[in-house]
């Protein structure tokens, strides 16, 4: 199995910055794929940002050229920067992973976190 913790979240306003971090434990050989998504009230989950175990990256159309997905590898953590925050980014944000399928920015992924929150207001 695989432990998926965030972390990060919290209350900003319109054009700040928040950097979220998602700590995988476990079979971690398990984490070759690896996204975050959020999930606003009333509102079908989505994804934000996917990256795979070389690097490439793949964003939603609401978030390029703002937020920016990273790992590192060595502390088996996934980042989510997070810059110029709009209040429509405001939901629940989950980090999720898989070892075998590039799911993307698809809600498929077999291995999820609780997911923290993210206030953005105006």
């Known amino acids: 199995q695989v432990q998926l913790v965030e972390s990060g979240g919290g209350s900003v306003q319109a054009g700040g910055s928040l950097r979220l971090s998602c700590a995988a434990s476990?079979?971690?050989?398990?984490?070759?794929?690896m996204g975050w998504f959020r999930q606003a009230p009333g509102k079908e989950r989505e994804g934000v940002a996917a990256?795979?175990?070389?690097?490439?990256?793949s964003y939603a159309d609401s978030v390029k050229g703002r937020f920016t997905i990273s790992q590192d590898n060595a502390k088996n953590t996934l980042y989510l920067q997070m810059n110029s925050l709009k209040p429509e980014d405001t939901a629940m944000y989950y980090c999720?992973?898989?070892?075998?399928?590039?799911?993307?920015?698809?809600?498929?992924?077999?291995?999820w976190g609780q997911g923290t929150q993210v206030t953005v207001s105006s």
């Open positions: 476990g079979r971690t050989y398990r984490t070759y794929y």
């Open positions: 999720a992973a898989d070892s075998g399928v590039n799911w993307g920015l698809l809600p498929r992924y077999p291995y």
């Open positions: 990256i795979d175990s070389a690097g490439f990256t």
